[in-house]
C-alpha cells in the first residue's frame, strides 16, 4: 500500500498507487461511472454508496452527505477545516490503519476532498469491494444465520474492541458476512482508536442490539442469536 498525494487548486486526491492509476477528481461522481455503465448496483442502507467497476476492480463509491434535518438544508457540503483534518481522510486513513492491523475492513483505494468556496467542502470515499458479502440485516432477515456465524460477529466485535477500535455508527447494516462466514465491518466515518474501556464498549454493544431491535422489532428479535454474539464476545474478554 502506497499513499500518492494529488493537488490541485481546490482538491486533494490521496489514493493508493500500488492498487489503481491516478484518479481524477470527476472519477468520484457516480455519473461518471454510470455514463460508462460501470455502476454494479447500489447498496441499500447505503446513503450515497454505489458499487462501480473501475480499473481497479469492483469498488465502493461513497459520497458523503448529511442525514437528519441538516440534509434539507445542506446535504453535501461540510464546513472546510483542512484537508487532511477532513472526515474523508480520516476515514481512509483509519482504514489504512486497520487494513495494515490484518482486521476484517474494506481496502481503501482513494480519497477525494474538494473546496466549495472558502469555507465548504466535498468528499468521496473509495474502497475495494468486499465480494460475496451481505448484512447482518439482510442474513437474519433470510433467517440463514447459523450459531457459528453468530460466534463469529462476537469475536470479531472483541477483536475490535480490544485493539481500542470505535465504531461511531456500529449497526447491523455495517457488519458484512460473506459466504465462507467471515464477518468484516464497513463504513468508519467519524469513527477512531481510543483506550480501551468496557464503558464505550459495551455502549457500542448496545447501539448493535438497538438497531437489531428497530429492524426485529418485539418477537421478531433474534434473541438466541445474540445471546450467542455476547458470550463469544464475552469470552477470555480482556477489558480495562
Not at 14 to 30: R, V
Request: glycine share 6%; with cysteine.
Amino acid at each position: 500500500m502506497k499513499s500518492t498525494l494529488i493537488s490541485f487548486d481546490n482538491a486533494r486526491i490521496l489514493y493508493d498507487a500500488t492498487a489503481m492509476a491516478a484518479p481524477e477528481t470527476i472519477q468520484f461522481e457516480p455519473a461518471f461511472w454510470e455514463n460508462r455503465d460501470a455502476v454494479v448496483h447500489r447498496p441499500s442502507g447505503r446513503g450515497g454508496a454505489v458499487v462501480i467497476r473501475c480499473p481497479a476492480g469492483e469498488a465502493v463509491l461513497k459520497r458523503y452527505y448529511r442525514g437528519g434535518m441538516m440534509a434539507k438544508v445542506n446535504r453535501a457540503l461540510y464546513l472546510f477545516t483542512g484537508y487532511e483534518n477532513s472526515r474523508a481522510f480520516r476515514e481512509f486513513r483509519l482504514l489504512q490503519t486497520l487494513h495494515k492491523k490484518s482486521l476484517p475492513v474494506p481496502e481503501p483505494l482513494a480519497v477525494l476532498c474538494e473546496k466549495s468556496g472558502s469555507v465548504f467542502a466535498r468528499m468521496a470515499l473509495m474502497t475495494r469491494m468486499l465480494p460475496d458479502t451481505e448484512t447482518l440485516a439482510e442474513k437474519e432477515k433470510l433467517k440463514s444465520l447459523s450459531k457459528e456465524s453468530w460466534q463469529s460477529i462476537g469475536k470479531t466485535l472483541k477483536k475490535f474492541h480490544t485493539r481500542g477500535v470505535f465504531h461511531a455508527d456500529l449497526n447491523a447494516n455495517n457488519i458484512l458476512l460473506n459466504t465462507a462466514g467471515r464477518v468484516f465491518l464497513i463504513d468508519f466515518d467519524k469513527c477512531h482508536i481510543k483506550q480501551p474501556n468496557t464503558s464505550w464498549q459495551n455502549k457500542n454493544i448496545q447501539r448493535l442490539k438497538r438497531s437489531l431491535e428497530k429492524i426485529f422489532p418485539g418477537e421478531l428479535f433474534p434473541q438466541k442469536g445474540w445471546d450467542i454474539l455476547i458470550k463469544a464476545y464475552e469470552k477470555d474478554f480482556q477489558g480495562k
